[in-house]
């Protein structure tokens, strides 16, 4: 069964960091593209990172660029998405999504506020 599960949000000031987790089953996520999205209040869901199948090509949303990093470790079937230099704007909640078959995580939800 194809799964993805998000952690790693929380309450934290701007200008601080996050890690954020995507444990995949069912699938590797190795060999496969993924990408973070994120959800405001009010707002419609966005494109945040994206990784292709080999990792050959990451693209990130121009408001995130030079601060979020997109990763995979693929030992532990594991996405991330680190976060520095944290703005109240980033505040959402967080999804990572596998395009091949539309699967979505439950959602973390990130807070920046002081």
């Known amino acids: 069964q194809v799964q993805l599960v998000e952690s790693g949000g929380g309450l934290v000031q701007p200008g601080g960091s996050l890690r954020l987790s995507c444990v995949a089953s069912?699938?590797?996520?190795?060999?496969?593209?993924m990408s973070w999205y994120r959800q405001a209040p009010g707002k419609e869901r966005e494109l945040v990172a994206s990784i292709s199948s080999f990792g050959d090509s990451i693209n990130y949303a121009e408001s995130v660029k030079g601060r979020f990093t997109i990763s995979r470790n693929n030992r532990e079937n594991t996405m991330y998405l680190q976060m520095n230099s944290l703005k109240p704007e980033d505040t959402a909640v967080y999804y990572c999504?596998?395009?091949?078959?539309?699967?979505w995580g439950q959602g973390t939800q990130v807070t920046v506020s002081s």
């Open positions: 069912g699938f590797r996520v190795s060999i496969e593209a």
């Open positions: 999504y596998r395009p091949r078959g539309g699967t």
